[in-house]
């Protein structure tokens, strides 16, 4: 196979390359996406909250990651957005569709942080 000179670097340069597009990314997201910034500072209080609270490290644990699966989902929401509105403002029905599934897919994520807090704080 050859090597195209557009899909980028190879080795620990890609790796660099990819975190700096990573660093890229997050700050995009903060910076444009007003829905990114109030989950952020949601989580944020929730993280804490976990290293406040008397939970087992097993609870602990699964805490985090829905916090942090719930900011992975608005990522990806927010890229469909993005691309979306990139292609048109026009209003058509399947640019609508992939924008609600974004957004239903962030709703279900943080139904899923608030079921697991109600059972960690209900101890069940």
Same mark, same amino acid.
């Given at each position: 196979?050859?090597?195209?000179?557009?899909?980028?670097?190879?080795?620990?340069?890609?790796?660099?390359?990819?975190?700096? @597009?990573? $660093? !890229?990314?997050?700050?995009?997201?903060?910076? @444009?996406?007003?829905?990114?910034?109030?989950?952020?500072?949601?989580?944020?209080? &929730?993280?804490?909250? $976990?290293?406040?609270?008397?939970?087992?490290? +097993? %609870?602990?644990?699964?805490?985090?990651?829905? +916090?942090?699966?719930?900011? $992975?989902?608005?990522?990806?929401?927010?890229?469909?957005?993005? %691309? %979306? !509105? !990139?292609?048109?403002?026009?209003?058509?029905?399947?640019?609508?569709?992939?924008? !609600?599934?974004?957004?239903?897919?962030?709703? &279900?994520?943080?139904? &899923? $942080?608030?079921?697991?807090?109600?059972?960690?704080?209900?101890?069940?």
């Amino acid at each position: 196979m050859e090597h195209n000179e557009l899909k980028g670097k190879k080795g620990f340069k890609r790796i660099l390359n990819a975190a700096g @597009y990573s $660093v !890229d990314g997050l700050q995009a997201a903060f910076r @444009y996406e007003a829905a990114f910034r109030q989950l952020l500072l949601l989580h944020a209080v &929730l993280l804490i909250m $976990v290293c406040c609270a008397d939970f087992d490290l +097993s %609870v602990r644990m699964v805490l985090v990651f829905a +916090s942090f699966f719930s900011l $992975v989902v608005e990522l990806f929401n927010s890229a469909i957005e993005a %691309v %979306v !509105d !990139d292609i048109s403002l026009e209003l058509r029905p399947l640019a609508k569709r992939a924008k !609600d599934i974004g957004s239903a897919a962030q709703m &279900l994520a943080l139904t &899923l $942080v608030f079921i697991l807090w109600l059972m960690a704080l209900c101890g069940g």
